[in-house]
Every structure is written in C-alpha cells, then in structure tokens.
C-alpha cells in the first residue's frame, strides 16, 4: 500500500520566545514493513542546528526557534509504501541492547494495579500468546477516551482511571511487559484510519521482542497488530522519548498548538 502523509504543527505564543530548542523525530525510515519513497521535514520561525540518529537509532532533527518568535510551524511529508507483516518487525538492532527495554521510566512503573493485571494474566513458556492475551485485555479494560489524561499521566493512574488514549494504552502495555522481564518499546508513528483521512494527532503502539522472533507490534487501543495501514516514526521506552516534537522553552508566555496529521492511499 502507498500512504501519503501529511503532518502539520503550528504553535503560537501569546509573548516573543526568548529561546527554545527543539527535538524532531519526524523522519520515518525505510525498514521491514516499510519504504520512505520521498520524505520532507521543513520549519518556519527556527532554524536548523543538526541532524544525527540517537541512541534509540531514530532519525533526529535538532531546530532552535529564531529569537522573539511568536510563531513556529513544522511540515513533515512525503509518500511511504507499506506491507502487512501481521506485527512482526523481526531481527532488526542497533546500538540499543535488548535489555535496556526492561527499565521502568517514571511513566512506565509499576505499581499495584500494574502488578495484580500481570498476575492476572496466563503467563507460560508461549510469551507471543501471553502478549496477544495482554493486548485484548487491556483494550477491554481501559476505554479509549481523548481528554482524559494528559502526557504526564503514568501508566499505572491509567489503569486505574480505565481511560485514556494510544499513549496511555501503549505506557500500559509496555509497564505489563517490562514487569514480566519481557523487553518492550513505545513507537510513534501514523495510522491511516477507516473513517477519516484528518486528524488531530500522530499515533502510538507498542513492540516487545521475543526469542527467535524478534520486534513485535501490538497497537491495544485499537486490538490489533500493526499492519499496511501503519508507519513507523520512532521508538524510546516511552512518550518522551519517542514524541514527533519534544524540548525546552524560556520566556513568558502562553504556548497554544494546532496540529494537523493526514494519512491516506
């Protein structure tokens, strides 16, 4: 399938930005299930400090916003063709060991509620069926629900709150696994929808790796493993390390953000 993607930010400062520095992780890479056919990334209102691939192997740009700015838009598009693979990433590694994805993060740890939904589950020597049965019951059990948290909602206040969005999904996901020694890893990316070619913001899923298989996704706030309709953008152990635009910004001021995404065939 042929995606052409579209992904818009525009933020807007009530008083001029003294400085900010910003991260964009807003270059897909062509990998297995994926092509990056053509792709573009360009700023107004920064300017372009560097390029350079993380730790996590993601492809970075680092802007810094022109002095006294009160406006910044971010365009990123291009064209990507995708394949099926069910979920399956595979054998794909970089710099990053596998275990380093079983640390907790403070949006990823445990708590009571994370530890009592492991338990819960029917844990054996099949770790994929074990995810699989993770996936389906997270989904039942928090609802899908935009406003109900927000980027610095845990994983565990998710769950107990039993509503919130693909992060707080993915945070959950990752949480669980982690829990159960398995190594997992929160992705950015886009999803074409069904329904609807615009949107309001990107997407976000889950990778654990198992023996002998590999990186494997699973998306439980919709109950599926990534397939054609998915792009991959970038991977952390969560949101903050692994978010389209992430930085720092210095003066007064309120910051208000309008962010437009289209993915269609």
């Not at 990053?96 to 819960?120: N, Q």
């Amino acid at each position: 399938m042929l995606l052409n993607i579209q992904h818009n930010s525009h933020y807007r400062y009530d008083a001029p930005v003294h400085y900010s520095v910003l991260r964009l992780r807003m270059h897909p890479q062509s990998s297995p299930g994926q092509k990056v056919i053509d792709w573009t990334v360009t700023v107004e209102g920064a300017r372009q400090e560097a390029n350079y691939r993380d730790g996590y192997g993601n492809r970075t740009m680092l802007i810094s916003l022109e002095r006294d700015v009160q406006e910044l838009v971010i365009r990123a598009e291009g064209k990507v063709e995708t394949e099926d693979r069910t979920g399956v990433l595979g054998k794909i590694y970089n710099f990053t060991p596998t275990w380093l994805y079983e640390r907790e993060t403070l949006l990823t740890k445990a708590g009571d509620a994370i530890r009592d939904f492991a338990e819960s589950l029917p844990v054996g020597s099949d770790k994929l069926a074990t995810l699989h049965e993770l996936m389906g019951s997270l989904h039942q059990r928090v609802q899908y629900t935009p406003g109900a948290t927000s980027i610095l909602t845990t994983a565990e206040e998710a769950l107990i709150g039993g509503k919130g969005v693909c992060q707080d999904h993915t945070h959950i996901f990752l949480s669980v696994a982690r829990h159960l020694n398995i190594p997992a890893r929160y992705v950015s990316g886009y999803l074409m929808l069904n329904n609807s070619i615009e949107q309001t913001a990107s997407h976000a899923w889950a990778e654990a790796h198992i023996e002998g298989l590999g990186w494997v996704g699973f998306d439980a706030a919709n109950d599926i493993c990534p397939n054609e309709g998915y792009v991959r953008l970038a991977c952390g152990l969560d949101y903050r390390e692994a978010a389209p635009i992430s930085g720092v910004r210095f003066g007064p001021g309120i910051e208000s953000l309008a962010v437009e995404v289209n993915v269609e065939q």
